[in-house]
C-alpha cells in the first residue's frame, strides 16, 4: 500500500514535470517564431491548489492509521 502510494506520486510528479515542459516548448516556439503573439503571462489561481498544512494534516491521518494497523493484535 505504501509503495503503490510512493510510485503514485512519483507519476504524478513526471506528469507535472511533462505538462509544464509541454507549455515552456510552446512558449518557447511563439517567442522564435513569432514574439508579437507570445501569450500574456497569467499567474495560476493559488486558491485552487490545497494549502500546504493540509496536505501534512492528511499524512499524519494516513500516517497515524498505518501505526494503529500495525499496532492491532492478530495475524
Known amino acids: 500500500m505504501i509503495l503503490r502510494g510512493a510510485a503514485a ?5 513526471i ?3 511533462r505538462a509544464l ?3 515552456l516548448a510552446g512558449l518557447v516556439a511563439f517567442a522564435f517564431h513569432d514574439p508579437q503573439n507570445l501569450p500574456e503571462f497569467r499567474p495560476d489561481d493559488a486558491a485552487a491548489a490545497p494549502p500546504q498544512g493540509a496536505r501534512e494534516v492528511d499524512h499524519e491521518r494516513v500516517r497515524g492509521a498505518l501505526i494503529a494497523m500495525a ?3 492478530g495475524p
Open 9 to 13: 506520486r512519483r507519476r504524478a510528479g
Open 15 to 17: 506528469e507535472a514535470a
Open 21 to 23: 515542459n509541454h507549455h
Open 71 to 73: 499496532l492491532r493484535p
